[in-house]
Structures are given as structure tokens and as C-alpha cells.
């Protein structure tokens, strides 16, 4: 009945105060429900925030172990979107509710389809010419966590980069979806595709998988990232950038 339901989240309250209020003292708004999703729910909490509440255990794990990636490897966490917290909430029912607090973004299907189109036509290319390079991407995958390497791959990088944005320039279809999405989005940051590039190659290096566009948004800096941290990599095949599609 509604009262016993009622005794039940007040007990729940109780029992987990601290780490309510730990969550609360992060709030500069009140929270408002900005999605949901199979085992949680979603909410805005400040102009820069987000708070998630789910109940996916391998969700959980996959995103502890996403902190230890951004707090502690360099060269992967300034192409991801920013953990905060993350933890135990506590047990209702028997069973555990967890929270994730990360950095805010606009999704793309907010931005409008135009934008959503010229993106996927240039992921989608970036990733053809990223597998088209592999040979040269591919002996530092296994030793991507080596920070002693880090120095080669960003020159490599760099240098990949450069070529990238030559063959965009010749091709005047992909040239076109650039200048179309600098048009829709005139607060992007001025090199936002050369840190998606980077972004994408980063992905490769690390396995990443499930780059679609229900998991990329555009941060209040003007980048876009790739924002789920819990997604199931693909360490053991050749990840799949030209895998994009409209969620």
C-alpha cells in the first residue's frame, strides 16, 4: 500500500543520509529530470552537472573503472567527458541503487537533426580513415596505458590530424557538413573537429565500442564528447568508429 511504500523511502532516507546530503551539497539547482533510461533516471542539478541513479552493477564497475582512466591517465581523460563522483547510494529492496555525478552536455538530437546528419557523415569518415591508418595505430593499442609512450602517440596523433583535415578540405562534401555544423552551432570552440579527430583516435586506441550518437553531446566548452562511461569495450577485436547510428 502507498503508506507502506511511503515507511519504505523513509527508511531508505534514514539509512543513507550521509550520502544523500554528500550528493545534495553538489546541487546549485533544484534537480529536474532531464532523462531515463532502463535502470535509471537522469537529472539536472546544476547549470554544469548531472546526477544519474541506476541499478546496473557492470554499469557501476565499467564507470569506476572510467575514473581511474580520466583521474590518472592524461592522454585519455582530455577526450572524455568528466566523472565527478561516483557510488553506493544504498540498497532498497534488496537492491543497490547506485549515482554518478559527470559533467553536463547538450545531447545531439536536442541540437536538431541538421546537426545530427553533417556529424554522423563526419564521424563516419574520420573512423573510414582512421581504419585506413591502422597499421599505424595498431602497436600502440596493446600498450595504450603505458604512459612512458604517451609523447609518440600525441605526435602521431598530431601528425594524423593534419592529414585528416587535408582530405577533408579536398573533399567538398565533407567540407561542406564542417561549415554546415559551424553555422547551426556558432558557439562551437574554433578547433573543435581537430579534438574530435583526436577523440575518435583515442577510442580506437582504447577499444572503445558503441559510438553512436546517443552517446555523444556537445560540452559547455564547445567540443563534442563521447559521455557514457559504463560502455562495453571491444579490447580483444578492432574497435568500430564507422559504426555510427541514429539512436
Keep these: 500500500n502507498d503508506q507502506g511504500f511511503i515507511n519504505q523511502i523513509t527508511h531508505f532516507i534514514k539509512d543513507n543520509i550521509n550520502t544523500i546530503n554528500n550528493i545534495r551539497s553538489m546541487f546549485k539547482t533544484p534537480p529536474k529530470q532531464i532523462g531515463q533510461e532502463n535502470d535509471g533516471m537522469v537529472f539536472s542539478i546544476a547549470p554544469n552537472l548531472v546526477l544519474k541513479l541506476f541499478m ?75 581504419h585506413q591508418n591502422r597499421y599505424r595505430w ?28 587535408q582530405y577533408i578540405d579536398m573533399d567538398d562534401f ?39 550518437l546517443g552517446n555523444i553531446g556537445l560540452t559547455g566548452y564547445g567540443d563534442f564528447r563521447y559521455f557514457d562511461p559504463a560502455h562495453h569495450s571491444h579490447e580483444e577485436t578492432i574497435n568500430t568508429p564507422v559504426n555510427i547510428y541514429r539512436p
Excluded: C
Aim: hydrophobic share 40%.
Design 56 to 130: 546496473d552493477s557492470v554499469s557501476f564497475k565499467k564507470t569506476q573503472e572510467a575514473i581511474e582512466r580520466l583521474h590518472k591517465n592524461p592522454i585519455l581523460a582530455k577526450t572524455e567527458a568528466m566523472v565527478y563522483d561516483i557510488g553506493l547510494l544504498g540498497s532498497f529492496n534488496g537492491t543497490n541503487i547506485y549515482y554518478l555525478v559527470m559533467e553536463k552536455m547538450k545531447i545531439i538530437d536536442d541540437l536538431g537533426d541538421d546537426v545530427a546528419d553533417h556529424l554522423t557523415d563526419l564521424i563516419g569518415y574520420i573512423g573510414k580513415i582512421i
Design 138 to 165: 595498431d602497436p600502440y593499442k596493446k600498450d595504450i596505458n603505458n604512459i612512458k609512450i604517451h609523447d609518440k602517440i600525441n605526435i602521431e596523433i598530431i601528425k594524423f590530424i593534419d592529414e585528416v583535415l
Design 174 to 212: 565533407r567540407d561542406h557538413d564542417r561549415n554546415s555544423i559551424n553555422k547551426l552551432l556558432p558557439d562551437l570552440r574554433k578547433n573543435w573537429l581537430e579534438s574530435l579527430i583526436e577523440e575518435m583516435v583515442i577510442k580506437y586506441l582504447t577499444g572503445r565500442g558503441d559510438l553512436h
